[in-house]
């Protein structure tokens, strides 16, 4: 069982940055996958980064790559997203979620997720 605590997020101008948290409780932090979805309103909610256990193995939709840098402080218990550029268009919740092992870019495959954080970007 893992529980899912997201911080940061909040408002800001086109071209701005923000840096999303999410920390993990439950053991064994290391053997998830840790991925950030969002959800724009009226829109479903697609993946826009995720992190391998180990290795440093990342993945990315490619509305965000070179603007989104997803990390993990496994010490921590930690996953982190930090967004540059951002765009009018990166509006929305963004979640994290955790699943065992290996990759997936489909949201009901995690089967743990966090309360969502709203990052709005003004033009």
């Known amino acids: 069982q893992v529980q899912l605590v997201q911080s940061g997020g909040g408002l800001v101008q086109a071209g701005g940055s923000l840096r999303l948290s999410c920390a993990a409780s439950?053991?064994?932090?290391?053997?998830?996958?840790m991925g950030w979805f969002r959800q724009a309103p009226g829109k479903e909610r697609v993946f826009v980064a995720g992190?391998?256990?180990?290795?440093?193995?990342?993945d990315y939709a490619d509305s965000v790559k070179g603007r989104f840098t997803i990390s993990r402080d496994n010490a921590k218990n930690t996953v982190y997203l930090q967004m540059n550029s951002l765009k009018p268009e990166d509006t929305a919740v963004y979640y994290c979620?955790?699943?065992?092992?290996?990759?997936?870019?489909?949201?009901?495959?995690?089967?743990?997720w966090g309360q969502g954080t709203q990052v709005t970007v003004s033009s």
């Open positions: 979620a955790a699943r065992i092992a290996t990759y997936s870019d489909y949201g009901p495959e995690y089967p743990y």
């Open positions: 439950g053991r064994t932090f290391s053997a998830y996958y």
């Open positions: 992190a391998k256990r180990t290795g440093g193995i990342t």
